[in-house]
């Protein structure tokens, strides 16, 4: 690896940018600031929390009865509420109680007064959509409360499942999470470091570890940046790296090189176009695209000039706020791997507004200037005033640009609209094997919505909701036994009459038999069948039509008369109705076939056993 992309910081700023309408004497410090989503800038100094206006006025102020971090901002909760960490206990601070009953201050996490905080909290990210507070505790864990105080669940940073150890994979005695977890608005992700090196994604909802990359190879202290559009950036001090990683699965897609950079948590920020941007003790201010494109800006000579704070979003999301200070000298040299910044007594500082995307710069003025000088007459010069907290100012008031300020959801869905879910391909293997598989998914799916079909007809049929299944298929399986016995009976018949003559009484019984064989026919194919009830809407006829075809029935008597039965069936209306036919009988002589046919004679019969009945073959 070259020298030019290995940078490593060994000694950082030897000064303190403090403008000169500060008074040191009163002692005044003031933390990390936040701008919140009203305009406001919140800020904590010892026991008090304040809430600044743009122009440097004290909206107001609540006394807390813990010493504040002032290394650590506080974060924005959503509806009215802000989470602050003094003497290792989380507070949250509900501002629209100020002025009724309600109490404005309460202990989230931690013990409450007069007991002593053993957890150290690392730091915290809070989700407003799901109204969750994410803790990292040192040597504890990664802690998930909603905003009542219930516990939700925590995890460590080793985690065992399906007999297989995730995360700490070259420590596991000394290994826990280390960096202040981040959360993307997006993907609904929270990304955190541990003490080795390895970055973890894991959902807000869930205790599993979406994926984990191992960055010790470059360093085991870097920045976690979420980009909040498909992409999450990490920083590496010590070599000067920014890192692209796509959210979905954390690889790398890109990594630029930057100058030497001022301490080891300096964080870029990301607009609303994509672009990320971080400033260098080299001067610039790098940004880079989507695609890692890289810029550079620079509003002085960068010889004698340092970028020490990282920039502010303005309103709008599009542009950034950044400082560029002018030193009367400045010395780099490099000793291996190591790049040593010195430089002495600040000349002039100038803050800048512009747009990375396209390079255009909105507004610039140099230090003291109009508006710096509206702040020192301010509630502000009770305070000590250093570089982030003046930039933080001036990003949060609206500056006369073409720019108009948007709500942070917004914002949101500007960039979240930027990501582009990739396409992945399941299949591998030639294109006929991916043709067969999807046909036989597609034969799958018909033969389900058929199976279906047929559920839902056959547990709709009538009977079957009368005498449940078990009945249902009892008396089915009764039917078809009785259909076969009649089938059998039907058969014997018939070849006896084929074989000899036989009486009345015979073909009486035959067509009795056949009539019943029928009526269990048409129960076993209406309602006792596996499919749909049909019923028969057609009015009964009032003479005896004949519907369909016939069935006939041929055999052969002993004296060479051959005998044919014609059964038609009439318009039956239900099971129990009374079965109307009309059998027709043709006695043909064969030794009278040269010389005509014997004229038919027809005999109606119904299903009574008291109608007379005259037999055909009779003809003496």
């Not at 890109?254 to 001067?283: E, M, T």
């Not at 009368?466 to 009892?474: E, H, I, M």
Request: hydrophobic share 35%; charged share 20%; aromatic share 10%.
């Amino acid at each position: 690896m070259s020298m030019s992309i290995t940078w490593l910081l060994h000694l950082l700023v030897l000064f303190s940018f403090v403008p000169t309408f500060c008074s040191v004497s009163t002692r005044h410090l003031l933390s990390k600031p936040l701008i919140g989503d009203d305009g406001r800038i919140y800020v904590c100094s010892d026991k008090t929390f304040l809430a600044f206006e743009t122009n440097g006025t004290i909206a107001w102020f609540i006394h807390v009865d813990y010493k504040c971090n002032v290394s650590m901002a506080p974060v924005h909760g959503g509806h009215g509420k802000i989470y602050l960490v003094a003497e290792n206990r989380l507070l949250k601070i509900d501002y629209r109680n100020i002025g009724i009953s309600e109490p404005t201050v309460e202990v989230f996490f931690g013990p409450g007064p007069g007991q002593k905080a053993e957890a150290e909290i690392i730091g915290l990210t809070v989700s407003t959509l799901s109204s969750t507070v994410f803790i990292n505790i040192k040597n504890r864990g990664l802690f998930a409360y909603l905003s009542r105080g219930r516990l939700l669940w925590s995890l460590g940073a080793m985690l065992y499942q399906f007999g297989y150890r995730q995360g700490c994979r070259k420590n596991n005695t000394d290994c826990h999470f280390a960096s202040v977890p981040v959360l993307d608005q997006c993907e609904a992700s929270i990304y955190v470091a541990n003490t080795e090196g390895e970055l973890y994604c894991l959902s807000v909802r869930g205790r599993d570890f979406r994926w984990i990359q191992d960055f010790s190879s470059l360093d085991k202290s870097f920045t976690i940046t979420p980009g909040n559009n498909g992409h999450l950036y990490v920083t590496v001090p010590t070599r000067a790296l920014v890192v692209a990683l796509d959210v979905f699965s954390g690889n790398i897609l890109w990594q630029g090189s930057v100058g030497p950079l001022s301490k080891i948590d300096c964080a870029p920020v990301v607009d609303s176009n994509g672009w990320i941007s971080i400033g260098s003790l080299d001067g610039f201010l790098y940004s880079f695209s989507p695609t890692g494109i890289l810029k550079k800006f620079s509003r002085k000579n960068t010889e004698n000039s340092i970028v020490q704070v990282g920039p502010f979003l303005d309103c709008s999301g599009f542009a950034v706020y950044s400082s560029q200070i002018e030193m009367e000298g400045k010395v780099s040299h490099s000793i291996g791997e190591y790049t040593i910044v010195s430089a002495i007594r600040p000349k002039v500082a100038i803050f800048t507004m512009l747009v990375p995307a396209t390079g255009s710069i909105y507004w610039s003025e140099e230090y003291p200037g109009q508006r710096s000088t509206l702040l020192s007459k301010s509630d502000l010069s009770q305070f000590v005033v250093n570089e982030e907290i003046l930039l933080t100012f001036l990003a949060a008031s609206k500056v006369d640009t073409p720019l108009q300020c948007r709500t942070t959801g917004q914002k949101l869905a500007s960039s979240c609209s930027q990501a582009r879910n990739k396409l992945v391909n399941i299949y591998s293997g030639n294109e006929r094997t991916i043709e067969f598989f999807l046909l036989f998914e597609s034969f799958l799916l018909v033969l389900l919505i058929g199976l279906v079909r047929f559920c839902c007809t056959f547990w709709a049929k009538k009977k079957l909701q009368d005498q449940g299944l078990g009945g249902f298929l009892d008396k089915r399986c009764s039917l078809q036994l009785q259909k076969k016995a009649l089938a059998k009976t039907i058969s014997e018949l018939e070849k006896k009459a084929a074989e000899e003559s036989v009486d009345n009484e015979v073909f009486q019984k035959l067509g009795d038999i056949v009539r019943k064989k029928e009526i269990i026919e048409r129960k076993l194919s209406t309602t006792y069948s596996l499919g749909r009830d049909r019923t028969n809407s057609k009015s009964k006829s009032m003479l005896p039509l004949q519907i369909g075809k016939p069935k006939s029935y041929s055999f052969q008597g002993t004296k060479k008369q051959k005998l044919k039965m014609i059964h038609t069936l009439s318009d039956t209306s239900s099971d129990s109705s009374t079965e109307e036919e009309t059998n027709m009988f043709e006695v043909i002589d064969s030794s009278a076939k040269d010389k005509g046919k014997t004229p038919m004679v027809e005999v109606a019969s119904n299903s009574s056993n008291d109608e007379y009945f005259t037999n055909p073959l009779d003809v003496t």
